[in-house]
């Protein structure tokens, strides 16, 4: 059944992948029943099937080892020629969570020492797999060291966390090192599980919900649930403990957070929230919160008239409204986006403008953008990271109209660029001022009274 479902999830994505070639030639079914793109479609579940040129054989999709080298499995492949697809084959791959260790040709696990040295694990190596088609290709990297001694890096998302705490680990489980000092999740009663460990419901951070099912009850050093008037944990009004950082006992908006003068927690409002006069809850700035329908919270204080139309974020540091995917304030490559921090359906709509990467690279650098969302069946192109209907003045200099930059043929997907030009009737003269060439549209007459003065000039110079 596992198996069943992991394979049509993989058939989903790899459809999807071939989409855009598909459709483009015809409204297709699958690709896989299409005996001309797989030989093997016209066999009794042939879309399972997959064509291995070597033997000339159909087998089974995603199936281990032979024909397989051991340990791989038999993935499919698209062979396209000037991007249509041609064919579906086979190709031996490794299989999820292992990648190709170029030295031997053999998977190896990901994020464990494979084949590696001490002190290093096995990732995956992004290059080669450029390089190499689709394959996953994996490499050796040394294990970093975190600032803090308490704490142990996790390969998977480069980050360090806390030795015996719960984590990148799943609910049960705490982060310890594991074999050939890579870190891991596990949980036992052994060693310096001992005291973590609940008689057999998991493994625990103290001072945690963790197993406790009683409400106000902590996983306490002792393995059990239970709470104390003397812990921090403590809430004098309800009479509970509750985990620090959790909205425990508080208002929306709102922690349960360490007072350090009074040695206990007390609700206090969130990071990024602030409370309006001697409102019961915390707000986001810049959202309704306790304003007036219209009108927008802005510092403990004060509610200010909504300042910005639809389509527009707030910059408090500009107190001006940007165009959302517009360049706006923010420095090159960056965009005016949503401040993704702020959950409408909890914090409500916030109109505060940040500004975001337009795309991320491989590197996590930010990349220049270029597809603003335009309409293009509503007539609509992109001109300066703005979307323009075509044949508009608007964006131009007079005389001149937008009209669709022409493309080469592989950025069909992207949306219409518009370019500038003079409109019929209006002749071009190119300005060189300051490095930057502008165009300049001459009206009927201009261009009618130009054309005379150059025909009297010669005319005259003929005279002499
Ligand atoms: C692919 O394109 C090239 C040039 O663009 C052309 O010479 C060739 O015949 C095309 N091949 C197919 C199979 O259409
Ligand atoms: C565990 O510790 C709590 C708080 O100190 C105490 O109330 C409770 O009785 C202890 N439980 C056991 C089983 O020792
Ligand atoms: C806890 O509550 C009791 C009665 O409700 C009160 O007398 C006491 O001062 C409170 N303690 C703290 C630390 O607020
Ligand atoms: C809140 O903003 C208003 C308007 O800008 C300002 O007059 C007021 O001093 C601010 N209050 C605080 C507490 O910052
Ligand atoms: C907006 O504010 C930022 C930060 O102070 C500043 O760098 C930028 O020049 C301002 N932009 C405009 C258009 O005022
Ligand atoms: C514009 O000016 C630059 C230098 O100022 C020059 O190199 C360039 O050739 C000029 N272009 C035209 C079209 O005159």
């Not at 855009?20 to 015809?26: C, E, L, P, R, V």
């Not at 040295?117 to 394959?135: C, M, S, V």
């Not at 509610?303 to 923010?330: A, T, V, W």
Request: glycine share 8%.
């Amino acid at each position: 059944m596992f198996l069943k479902t992991q394979i049509n999830i993989k058939l989903y994505y790899l459809l999807n992948c071939f989409a855009i070639t598909i459709s483009k030639s015809a409204v297709a079914p699958p690709a896989w029943a299409d005996p001309k793109l797989n030989p093997c479609a016209t066999q009794p579940r042939g879309w399972q099937l997959l064509y291995w040129p070597p033997d000339g054989q159909c087998y089974k999709i995603y199936q281990i080892g032979y024909p397989c080298p051991e340990g791989m499995e038999l993935t499919p492949t698209a062979i396209s020629s000037n991007s249509s697809l041609k064919h579906i084959m086979a190709e031996c791959k490794c299989p999820p969570k292992t990648a190709e260790y170029p030295d031997d040709n053999r998977c190896y696990k990901l994020f464990t020492n494979g084949p590696c040295g001490k002190g290093q694990y096995f990732a995956p190596d992004k290059n080669i797999e450029l390089a190499k088609h689709n394959r996953r290709w994996g490499k050796c990297k040394s294990l970093d060291n975190c600032q803090n001694s308490n704490e142990l890096f996790w390969p998977q998302d480069n980050k360090c966390y806390l030795y015996l705490s719960q984590g990148p680990c799943p609910k049960g489980q705490l982060l310890t090192i594991g074999p050939d000092d890579i870190s891991t999740c596990k949980c036992n009663h052994k060693r310096e599980m001992r005291k973590y460990w609940s008689n057999g419901n998991g493994c625990y951070e103290h001072f945690t919900k963790g197993p406790c099912k009683e409400n106000g009850h902590l996983f306490l050093p002792n393995q059990s649930c239970g709470c104390h008037s003397l812990l921090p944990h403590y809430y004098n009004e309800t009479r509970m403990c509750y985990e620090i950082g959790t909205i425990g006992p508080c208002n929306a908006g709102e922690q349960f957070l360490l007072d350090y003068n009074k040695k206990s927690a007390t609700c206090q409002c969130k990071k990024g929230h602030i409370r309006y006069e001697k409102d019961l809850n915390c707000y986001r700035p810049y959202t309704q919160g306790p304003c007036n329908h219209g009108y927008i919270l802005i510092n403990k204080t004060t509610c200010i008239e909504q300042p910005c139309k639809k389509g527009y974020l707030y910059f408090p540091i500009n107190k001006s409204c940007y165009r959302i995917g517009s360049r706006g304030p923010c420095k090159k490559n960056h965009i005016v986006s949503f401040d993704f921090r702020t959950r409408p359906s909890i914090d409500g709509i916030s109109y505060n403008g940040v500004c975001g990467c337009s795309q991320l690279g491989d590197n996590h650098e930010c990349l220049e953008r270029k597809e603003t969302i335009c309409n293009s069946n509503n007539n609509m192109v992109l001109f300066n990271n703005q979307c323009f209907k075509i044949y508009s003045q608007s964006p131009c200099p007079s005389g001149a109209w937008l009209v669709i930059q022409r493309q080469s043929k592989a950025s069909d997907f992207l949306p219409h660029e518009g370019v500038c030009e003079c409109m019929p009737g209006y002749k071009e003269t190119i300005l060189n001022n300051s490095e930057k060439e502008e165009i300049k549209c001459n009206g009927p007459t201009v261009a009618l009274a130009e054309f005379l003065n150059r025909q009297s000039r010669t005319v005259s110079n003929f005279q002499i």
